[in-house]
């Protein structure tokens, strides 16, 4: 096993600007607002460093597919076609609020986004339908049984409101549905608490070592 | 100021270091959860038979709410990384988010460092597939179908779009075991998956991949501040109820 030197370094810069912004987050002092704020805006900022070095990544694995001719080169090749198309749209053409850049966005962009929703929503009704028949427990009854009365009930048919749905609709969601969100929430606030302590700790490095 | 936030996680951090230190010495019978035990035995069968382990990370990112997701997500790929280091198909995580996608390959190398076999180490084996919720989904599809992949895990930050991988892993017959913080997620994958995660099961995975002595303190410590919340709530009905609060 090697050790890695620049762990502990690391591990302090981590742990001392997590303490910092935590900190600052429950209490306002000046000098430790500020530097929170500065913290965070490095953060945005590196965050957007990332995102440019993400994109390069993903040409990166979509040009080795096609160089490679692996499967779904073509889909590949589609994908770098159109994220080069776009660079040179967003900085030849008026930037990226031009009328072009927004023509890219309203008529590529979103109906292919529209077309994964609809293959969605048939996605959810298989898998509803597999559920049932993979593991009928009394959970999954209630589970597909809630829903699909949610579901029915939600339909807004005006002055039609056989033996009061609507009521029992709404109290379905305020008191049982929102109870058991609640619980569950519960849940993962104190699981995100012990997973962030353990990261300010320096038990858990989500970064080398 | 927000005394009372500060003084919840102050005593929360106390609590967690003190059962962390008791954990190294005793170690606590965890109950089982169905999900992590067929997780193992589907690394095992993985790594025998050659086929790849696929890790899909989400979109949430580091910053705001879904961070803590993340680095779960992260913490469990450390740890298959670390199992499945052996075998001849390493395993491959995929993103929907630049900063996770970096982290992921940071992950692997770091594992493959360790473990001395640093000319292993891939760095088309943590991908970005796209930097929306849809073109993520859509990203990873081809990993789930064309990469041999037998054991898929979905821990992180999702939204609905988590259907469409959930269930091209259902298709293809391989394992899949998902997790996340979002509600709308875990609905979908209650209904698209064999082994959903549901609630804090997601938090609890380090210390059922053994992960250290801390991850087990973390679960000593929900349960405590679960129970002290209930009794909260409890007598903040009742203190209502009879009209005293």
């Known amino acids: ?209 | 100021m927000n005394w009372l936030g500060l003084v919840f996680i102050f005593l929360f951090a106390v609590l967690l270091l003190g059962l962390g230190a008791a954990s190294r010495r005793a170690k606590r019978e965890l109950r089982e959860i169905p999900a992590f035990t067929r997780l193992a035995g589907g690394i095992g069968a993985a790594v025998e038979s050659g086929r790849r382990l696929h890790l899909s990370l989400g979109h949430g990112g580091m910053l705001g709410q879904p961070g803590a997701s993340t680095l779960m997500g992260l913490t469990i790929l450390q740890r298959i990384a670390r199992t499945a280091s052996i075998s001849d198909v390493p395993p491959i995580a995929t993103s929907g988010e630049s900063v996770q996608a970096i982290l992921s390959q940071d992950v692997f190398q770091a594992v493959y460092q360790a473990i001395g076999a640093e000319t292993q180490f891939d760095p088309h084996s943590g991908q970005l597939t796209g930097l929306s919720p849809f073109s993520y989904a859509a990203g990873a599809l081809p990993v789930v179908y064309d990469q041999q992949v037998s054991v898929n895990v979905l821990t992180g930050s999702f939204g609905s779009e988590a259907a469409l991988i959930a269930d091209a892993a259902e298709r293809t017959g391989s394992m899949t075991l998902a997790g996340s913080e979002n509600l709308t997620a875990q609905a979908v994958f209650y209904a698209c998956t064999e082994e959903p995660l549901i609630g804090e099961e997601l938090y609890a995975a380090g210390a059922y991949l053994q992960a250290g002595a801390m991850h087990s303190a973390s679960l000593m410590t929900q349960d405590i501040f679960r129970w002290l919340l209930i009794v909260a709530i409890l007598a903040g009905a009742a203190a209502r109820l009879v009209g005293v609060w």
């Open chain 1, 1 to 209: 096993m090697k050790t890695n030197l620049r762990v502990p370094f690391l591990a302090a810069i981590s742990m001392l600007s997590g303490l910092v912004v935590l900190v600052g987050y429950f209490v306002t002092l000046p000098g430790l607002s500020d530097l929170r704020g500065l913290f965070l805006d490095w953060a945005v900022i590196l965050t957007a460093v990332a995102a440019i070095v993400g994109v390069a990544n993903l040409a990166k694995v979509h040009w080795r597919k096609v160089r490679t001719g692996q499967p779904g080169a073509v889909f590949s090749l589609t994908t770098l076609t159109s994220l080069v198309l776009t660079i040179l749209v967003v900085i030849f053409l008026g930037g990226a609020t031009s009328a072009w850049s927004l023509w890219l966005f309203n008529y590529a962009l979103v109906p292919v986004e529209a077309s994964l929703l609809a293959v969605l929503s048939v996605t959810l009704i298989y898998a509803f339908a597999r559920m049932i028949n993979r593991r009928l427990t009394i959970f999954n009854l209630i589970f597909a049984g809630t829903a699909l009365f949610i579901l029915i009930t939600a339909f807004a048919w005006s002055g039609f409101d056989v033996f009061g749905l609507r009521d029992i609709r709404s109290w379905v969601m305020q008191v049982w549905a929102a109870a058991g969100a609640r619980g569950i929430l519960f849940g993962v606030a104190l699981g995100a608490i012990a997973t962030g302590l353990r990261v300010l700790i320096g038990s858990d490095r989500p970064y080398s070592g």
